[in-house]
């Protein structure tokens, strides 16, 4: 045998967990027919189980849960790969999946299986005790079931008999309908008959942690058929600390999508270090730990005016237990909800916008300033040290689908007489020597643009390394190209609630004209040990100010009006983003980027290939009409005066499934894309005199995302 435990680290974090309770085998003292099965190369439990069903020798619906209940006493995917490693053995060049979420089996010949079979099954085993000597006729009884093992309070799942011990056309009707349900609370030991009856039920349970059997049974229940739901409660929010996910740091090496939950899903980002990953933020009981293979959690994605789908690996669909990975097939908008398997309505929600890959390029450029006559005084940056807090910047940026790449363009650009020169064997990098003195060393507020601007051009970010700044400061950004939202932007936030965001053109007023930005950075920084971490979250949080976004809150600090949302410590955009608060680093933990400042950063005109301002012009703000008349609405998709073709729409009425409204067709083709961006909608008002409703449609095109309402009253 082997100590599951010192196997542990081998498996990903809780995909290996020790059962709570004593751990006894059904197969234990079983007294009817079974089989024994001889494991072989490449089989899991799930395919032994799909084998035995397809062979008849087995009450229909026995799945691999019931197979490890009757082998191991367990049937959640983190407790039987200890239990396999316990039984069986374990080596690690063999015994795990290549994700290193599940045990494998050896198939050397030394592994075997029971496999309870349904009475008279054809094809040998061993006989039940009952049928030895004996002509016995088979009473039906109920064989497997399908339901839940979680489940959250206030949200009934669904209970189903999916199988019984004699072939389906031996099982009445009525014996059917008079399948009854036992439910026991396994810690108080109790079992009582549930009111409903039947193949199908729907249950629900309270008592936050509590482990309940379920048995649906005909004449008695069998310990081999039940389901085993356990009460957790669990929550989704857009803001996760990062310490709550893995070490809570960013390093340089770290994947691109190492922050979860992003705003943005990023259209072909497929593959493990660019998909989009989203997670619970919390668990209660705190004593449970949902592993990233337990199938008792599952998530979908509702389509809304954007397309996005679960990634694969090999033939799994990385979409249950604690989260799920997705990428982004069409622009838009999407819901991504996350349910306890069998539940019948979701219990989390995020709303993600789908987006292309925005590439910005970027300069890294290291002043020195003249200093008498013969020598010169530079910035402590280091070209290795600017490449490794760029790719943790990158990390940050990537929520919002955004990617600095060095500038391919060596050319230079004096703003007086210093010295510049491209670095070999680094695109993107630049010595500049000879800088006058206030550029580089105690920069006054009133010269920090002409500052960034050395070395700057089009279309490009300018990092600027200096020595200081006059105050303590380590980033400054206050070069800001123009932004399509100019003035405002309303967006509706993860969960729904409309949010306005206030005055985004950029900070300070400082709007470049010319499509520069700037930002400088102090040696300070530089100087303090371990500081990888903190500049490259200082870059991402000013490289938002070059892309017209402002401190999150109200007035976060003097003279500065801020965004005019609730504030949030753990946005990227809080004014303090390189603060230590209570002993802990806040810039390995404050990562936030949410859907509306994802708006305003997908506008700026710095973003090669950004949109530009879509419009969704409808020809008509209100409906009106006697009830059951059909009144219509034409939509036209914009930018300036140009209708824009291609554009896909989506249309809904609010409340949702309302009888107040209804829509009685149109001129938009089933796949939501109109060809000339002109719908029409047609609209049925079925209520009475007074009533009213609202009709929304979504128009999505390259990135753009514009909502219009239009009013619904009955006369």
């Known amino acids: 045998m082997t100590d599951p435990s010192a196997c542990a680290h081998h498996f990903n974090r809780f995909c290996i967990q020790e059962p709570p309770d004593e751990v006894t085998p059904l197969r234990d003292g079983w007294t009817e027919a079974y089989a024994v ?13 799909e084998r035995f069903a397809r062979s008849g020798r087995v009450p229909e619906g026995f799945d691999w849960r019931q197979l490890a209940l009757f082998n191991l006493g367990v049937n959640r995917p983190a407790h039987i790969n200890w239990c396999l490693c316990d039984v069986f053995g374990f080596d690690p060049a063999v015994n795990i999946t290549e994700d290193k979420r599940n045990y494998v089996f050896k198939g050397d010949g030394s592994e075997e299986l029971w496999i309870p079979l349904r009475p008279g099954a054809p094809g040998g085993g061993v006989t039940a005790l009952a049928e030895r000597n004996t002509v016995v006729v088979p009473r039906p009884e109920v064989g497997s079931v399908a339901g839940p093992s979680l489940v959250t309070q206030g949200i009934d799942s669904v209970f189903r008999v999916t199988g019984y011990t004699v072939p389906q056309n031996r099982v009445t009707q009525a014996s059917r309908d008079a399948v009854r349900w036992k439910i026991k609370d396994v810690a108080a030991g109790n079992e009582t008959d549930s009111a409903e009856t039947g193949e199908e039920v729907r249950l629900s349970f309270t008592g936050l942690g509590k482990q309940y059997r379920v048995y649906p049974y005909l004449q008695a229940k069998r310990e081999l058929v039940r389901c085993e739901p356990r009460v957790i409660r669990v929550e989704l929010q857009h803001e996760i600390k990062m310490a709550d996910v ?3 740091r960013i390093l340089p090496a770290d994947p691109l999508n190492k922050i979860h939950n992003p705003a943005a899903i990023v259209i072909g980002a497929s593959n493990a270090t660019r998909c989009a990953r989203v997670r619970l933020t919390k668990i209660e009981p705190n004593t449970f730990h949902m592993a990233p293979n337990d199938d008792g959690f599952k998530w979908e994605v509702e389509n809304v005016a954007g397309e996005a789908a679960f990634r694969r690996v090999g033939a799994a669909t990385r979409n249950t237990g604690i989260g799920c990975e997705l990428y982004g097939l069409h622009p838009g908008e999407v819901i991504v909800k996350g349910r306890c398997a069998h539940a019948v309505d979701p219990c989390v929600q995020v709303r993600m916008k789908v987006v292309q890959e925005r590439s910005l390029p970027f300069r890294a450029n290291f002043l020195s300033r003249r200093h008498w006559f013969f020598w010169s005084r530079g ?11 760029i790719a943790i910047a990158n990390v940050h940026l990537w929520q919002m689908g ?7 363009d060596a050319t230079t650009y004096k703003v007086g007489s210093e010295d510049i020169a491209a670095m070999d064997g680094r695109p993107g990098f630049f010595e500049v020597e000879h800088v006058p003195s206030e550029y580089v060393e105690n920069i006054q507020d009133a010269d920090t643009e002409a500052a960034c601007r050395i070395n700057s051009r089009s279309g490009v970010v300018n990092f600027n390394m200096v020595i200081s700044l006059d105050g303590d400061t380590w980033g400054l950004g206050p070069c800001c190209p123009h932004n399509v939202h100019s003035s405002s932007l309303t967006g509706m936030d993860e969960t729904g609630t409309n949010q306005t965001s206030q005055v985004f053109d950029s900070p300070a007023n400082r709007t470049s004209a010319e499509g520069r930005a700037g930002i400088l950075l102090m040696d300070p920084t530089f100087r303090e040990a371990d500081s990888d971490t903190k500049i490259g979250a200082v870059i991402a949080h000013e490289l938002g100010h070059n892309l017209a976004m402002w401190h ?7 003279h500065d009006a801020g965004d005019g949302l609730p504030v949030s410590n753990w946005n990227l955009m ?8 209570g002993g802990v680093s806040r810039q390995d933990t404050q990562t936030d980027i949410d859907l509306v400042q994802l708006a305003i950063c997908r506008g700026s005109s710095l973003l090669p290939g950004a949109p530009g301002n879509l419009v969704l012009a409808p020809d008509k703000n209100e409906l009106r009409g006697a009830k059951n008349s059909v009144q219509e609405v034409k939509f036209t998709a914009r930018r300036g005066a140009t209708a824009v073709p291609n554009t896909r729409f989506h249309v809904w009425t609010y409340p949702f499934n309302t009888n107040i409204i209804g829509i009685a067709g149109g001129t938009l083709p089933a796949s939501g894309i109109s060809a000339d961006g002109k719908p029409t909608f047609r609209v049925r008002l079925r209520g009475n005199a007074g009533q009213r409703a609202w009709l929304i449609v979504k128009a999505v095109e390259n990135d753009d995302l514009v909502t219009e309402v239009i009013t619904c009253v009955i006369e």
């Open 552 to 558: 999150r809150g109200v007035n976060p600090q003097p």
């Open 246 to 248: 893995t070490d809570g």
């Open 37 to 49: 099965h001889t494991v072989q190369p490449h089989e899991t439990l799930r395919s032994i189980a």
């Open 379 to 389: 910035t402590a940056a280091t070209p290795l040290k600017v490449h490794d807090v």
């Open 574 to 581: 809080y004014a303090f983003v390189n603060r230590w608060d």
């Open 402 to 408: 955004v990617r600095l790449v060095p500038d391919p």
